[in-house]
């Protein structure tokens, strides 16, 4: 739950973006990460259901000015106090009710105390100065089977806040700088005592002069509103190694969104999908397919062209070969990811029995066949012996 992300951020919205921008980049997210696209994938399944509960917030006017003004405690409830709830302890518990009088419940008793309002999250914060890593931000790229197996480059483009060029992070109107807030010096709460039926508490809360952010900007930088940072488009070249897997991920350091307060960069994080290909199949670095070849083939062997993702292979069937005889070519399959050497490709051998024939064709089939003895079959051999005895 700490973890969630800023409605707007997981739609890839401005904070003032219109209805018909809402509702475009809602159905871009879906077309993303829908979960017919994407069977059995629990990571576009949380996406797709974080998207859902996105839009839902903000496609409704009244959720989304809540929202806008508290945040995610503005909206659920259960968010705000479960991120407040640690600092009370007792508060929570059972052993009170009923004792209160004047208390109605537990609600009123955290808004006497603390305020009310949405920020229970606010007032339990540590220093609004203390660094902040920016967040992590996902995007995902499709790739070809062949460009999994050969590593390749591909464009992406994600919106990211970054700091703002003109203030440098500060908020400030560049020239001038934020000062420290003389009401909390700096810490973003002040000490209140507070007298109720239990006693006297001592309680912080969030300092109304700074609003808890311990700094006062007297001149806000025009580019970023004051927020030190803007949103900006990256748009890059990722390199995809060779033997990247349908489903794996790539890790960009430091190419998330940007940090606060001095706080790292937070990571950029892509995830590669794979499309099939129609003559391979993979598991981990082996490769596997299928060639056809024809009765004749079979029969007295051949040399046949393997399609393996280097070309074309030569290689000698025998004679007698059988319909799913497998033959491996070592080393020819995925190069390994990160490391050296490769998986075997693995060929299957599928005979064409002849189809459609024609009466000529038959009555010459029928002869040939009358010719077989039993050491030409051996198999069928075996197993009619078996159903005479
Ligand atoms: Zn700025
Ligand atoms: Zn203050």
Request: charged share 30%; hydrophobic share 30%.
């Amino acid at each position: 739950m700490a973890d969630k992300r800023d409605y707007y951020e997981v739609l890839g919205v401005q904070k003032g973006a219109s209805d018909d921008e809402l509702k475009k980049a809602y159905r871009a997210m879906v077309k993303k990460y829908h979960p017919d696209l994407h069977p059995d994938d629990k990571e576009a399944e949380a996406k797709m259901k974080e998207v859902n509960e996105a839009y839902d917030v903000l496609s409704d006017r009244d959720k989304r000015a809540k929202y806008d003004q508290f945040g995610f405690a503005g909206v659920d409830p259960s968010y705000a106090a479960g991120q407040g709830g640690g600092g009370f302890g007792g508060f929570s518990g059972g052993g009170f009710s009923g004792d209160f009088g004047g208390f109605g419940d537990i609600g009123d008793i955290f808004e006497s105390f603390f305020g009310g309002g949405g920020g229970f999250g606010q007032q339990t914060r540590s220093n609004p100065n203390a660094p902040r890593r920016g967040q992590d931000l996902r995007t995902g790229v499709q790739i070809s089977f062949m460009e999994a197996c050969k590593g390749t480059g591909v464009d992406i483009r994600v919106n990211r806040l970054e700091r703002c060029p003109d203030c440098g992070g500060s908020g400030a109107r560049p020239g001038t700088s934020p000062e420290t807030c003389p009401d909390c010096r700096g810490t973003g709460t002040v000490r209140v005592s507070q007298r109720t039926p239990l006693g006297v508490f001592q309680t912080t809360k969030t300092c109304e002069k700074c609003g808890g952010r311990g700094k006062i900007i007297r001149e806000v930088c025009q580019s970023c509103g004051g927020q030190g940072r803007v949103r900006r488009v990256l748009s890059k070249n990722v390199k995809i190694p060779q033997g990247i897997d349908d489903g794996q991920t790539l890790r960009i350091t430091g190419e998330g969104d940007c940090g606060i307060n001095g706080g790292a960069n937070g990571d950029l994080i892509i995830r590669v999908s794979v499309k099939p290909d129609e003559m391979f199949e993979r598991e981990g670095f082996d490769i596997y397919s299928e060639v056809p070849i024809s009765y004749l083939q079979a029969a007295l062997g051949d040399d046949i062209a393997v399609p393996t993702i280097d070309g074309n292979v030569k290689y000698k069937i025998p004679a007698g070969t059988q319909n799913g005889d497998t033959f491996v070519l070592r080393g020819q399959g995925v190069p390994r990811l990160y490391r050296t050497g490769r998986g075997d490709h693995h060929v299957s051998v599928r005979v064409e029995v002849p189809r459609n024939l024609s009466k000529k064709q038959a009555d010459l089939l029928r002869a040939f066949d009358d010719s077989l003895e039993d050491r030409n079959s051996p198999g069928k051999k075996k197993f009619s012996d078996w159903f005479k005895n």
